[in-house]
């Protein structure tokens, strides 16, 4: 059975991902005599499979230490704070239905070659022999320090200074999901006031946990009710952080990280500067790039590979058009909670992210997605390659072409049953006839 996906274990629970399964993660997972940290997202089957990875890692001698309810960014550095292993119980912005396991190894995701080894023993393979009574490992609770280290990190790492003296009002919407654990008094702390909708009621989903406009039309209502100054939403496990401005408008995407390349690229002053990104980097942040004499480096979509190649290239900042900011200053992962404090910081040293906003030149992009079992991918793939409509595609994460008119991309999710379509053009009605173009040959594949 496959486990792991392009983000950890992801599966609808407890059809596919019980107690049983995750305690043999937690066991494989494990070494004898290192620390092991578990956490969850706040899901209702979240404590269930907390504790069945913890049973699993303490079983094989692990010493297991508990910081419950917590950002997924928060237990990252946390394993790097005490030098062990990890094990995140997260779906991220997945309905309620499922849960996950993402694994973390000294402050990083966990490499292919961790999660291999897990799936395979999983699958049948001997998992690590279960340690004898005396090396039964314990379990300590340490949510509290935990989330001190992590407050402690992202307020070195703003100009709190410069917050502070603005003192912007914010409107955060956690989706009653992880963000809350940090984020609120984060904010505080780093010189905001605060209205939080939806950090109160935690494992109460009352909005989808993907951060679309569709799914936060409470938040640009606040924003417009209350007279913030900007709004922040964050994904089921916070490793996202999605910005509208002061009208309630959702940035975009593209605006939003061409805006964070911008001002990080400003802030390192570093000549030359490194970006990483990911195969759906979009035009604009191609210009912000080059207008800064920046180089782009590209990777295959996953926060893993952005992270490799940012210290692989000694790069100031990484990132991904879905919101998943990564700062080598920070945690090794996307750290929705510091994206965040980052445009707190850019508000109060800039001014009002609509005419922020507007200084980015943007070029129509459409993304879709089409419903495709993971068993039809790999064949699905083959198909819409073999008639490919455009120019020979790029292979490194899916099919991308480069054209005079902008770019394609067809690839399967790695986190989901769906085929993923994104294309960019210069003009609208070239965006469309091209999207209509590919549509019609990936639903032929899937059909």
């Known amino acids: 059975m496959a486990l792991f996906g392009t983000s950890g274990i992801r599966k609808k629970c407890p059809e596919e991902l019980d107690a049983a399964l995750a305690m043999k993660a937690g066991a494989a997972s494990a070494e004898k005599g290192r620390p092991y940290v578990v956490g969850f997202d706040g899901r209702q089957t979240g404590e269930m499979l907390k504790s069945a990875v913890s049973a699993g890692a303490a079983s094989a001698g692990a010493h297991v230490i508990d910081i419950g309810f917590c950002a997924t960014p928060t237990l990252a550095l946390h394993t790097q704070t005490v030098g062990g292993r990890g094990a995140m119980i997260t779906a991220s912005h997945n309905p ?116 679309t406009e569709a799914n936060l039309k409470e938040l640009s209502e606040e924003i417009l009710e209350c007279g913030a100054d900007f709004g922040i939403a964050h994904d089921g496990d916070a490793d996202r952080a999605i910005i509208f401005d002061e009208k309630g408008k959702m940035l975009g995407q593209d605006v939003q990280i061409a805006l964070a390349v911008r001002e990080m690229i400003s802030k390192s002053r570093v000549k030359n500067a490194t970006i990483v990104s990911t195969v759906e980097s979009s035009l604009a942040l191609r210009e912000i790039a080059e207008e800064s004499g920046a180089k782009l480096e590209i990777t295959p979509v996953g926060s893993l590979f952005v992270a490799e190649r940012l210290r692989k290239t000694k790069a100031i900042f990484g990132a991904e058009p879905c919101g998943e900011y990564i700062f080598p200053q920070g945690v090794q992962m996307p750290d929705g909670l510091m994206a965040g404090l980052l445009f707190a910081e850019i508000f109060s040293r800039k001014g009002k992210l609509s005419a922020l906003a507007g200084e980015i030149r943007t070029y129509p992009l459409l993304r879709e997605k089409l419903p495709c079992p993971d068993a039809k991918k790999m064949r699905a793939m083959g198909k819409i390659a073999a008639n490919w409509p455009f120019s020979a595609p790029a292979n490194s994460d899916g099919l991308r072409s480069d054209e005079k008119w902008g770019w394609a991309l067809v690839r399967p999710s790695g986190t989901e049953p769906i085929m993923r379509i994104t294309l960019e053009a210069k003009t609208e009605g070239e965006a469309k006839k091209r999207m209509a173009e590919i549509r019609k040959i990936v639903e032929g594949a899937l059909g």
Request: proline share 4%; with cysteine.
């Open 96 to 211: 309620p239905e499922y849960n996950g396991i993402k694994l973390f190894e000294n402050g990083r995701e966990a490499p292919k070659s961790i999660e291999s080894g897990v799936e395979k023993a999983v699958n049948g393979e001997k998992i690590t022999a279960a340690a004898d009574w005396n090396c039964a490992g314990q379990v300590f609770e340490e949510g509290k320090k935990a989330a001190a280290n992590h407050l402690a990190l992202l307020l070195k790492n703003i100009d709190t200074a410069a917050i502070g003296k603005k003192n912007p009002r914010v409107v955060l919407d956690c989706g009653n999901a992880a963000g809350a654990a940090l984020m609120p008094l984060a904010l505080e702390e780093a010189g905001c006031t605060v209205i939080a909708i939806n950090s109160d009621k935690i494992g109460n989903f009352t909005r989808g946990l993907e951060p």
